[in-house]
């Protein structure tokens, strides 16, 4: 079964950085395409990045684009979200996902993916 733990949540100051990781266990993970989504109170889950098997294309959600940067080490089974100029409108559970069957085109979606991890807590004060 495919299992994705997530790490690197936590409480920070408005500009502050954090760097967050997503490991995946049961299946080939250079294989499938990667997403992260967040979650703000009372909000809907909303899409923030997506990155390809090989890590060769990546996609950000306007909001995030320029501070945030999604990376993958394939050989160690990760997938990264580096946090950079953080706002307090950023503060959301964030959730990694993967994809099973390639469908890059459709990467913002939350039902392009089929396994989720548990989410972690980013909290960024004013």
């Known amino acids: 079964q495919v299992q994705l733990v997530e790490s690197g949540g936590g409480l920070v100051q408005a500009g502050g950085s954090l760097r967050l990781a997503c490991e995946v266990s049961?299946?080939?993970?250079?294989?499938?395409?990667m997403g992260w989504f967040r979650q703000a109170p009372q909000k809907e889950r909303e899409f923030v990045s997506a990155?390809?098997?090989?890590?060769?294309?990546?996609k950000y959600a306007d909001s995030v684009k320029g501070r945030f940067t999604i990376s993958r080490d394939n050989p160690k089974n990760t997938v990264y979200l580096q946090m950079n100029s953080l706002k307090p409108e950023d503060t959301a559970v964030y959730y990694c996902?993967?994809?099973?069957?390639?469908?890059?085109?459709?990467?913002?979606?939350?039902?392009?993916?089929?396994?989720w991890g548990q989410g972690t807590q980013v909290t960024v004060s004013s």
């Open positions: 990155i390809t098997g090989s890590g060769g294309s990546t």
């Open positions: 996902a993967l994809d099973l069957y390639g469908r890059m085109w459709y990467s913002q979606r939350i039902d392009n993916y089929n396994y």
């Open positions: 049961g299946r080939t993970f250079s294989s499938y395409n």
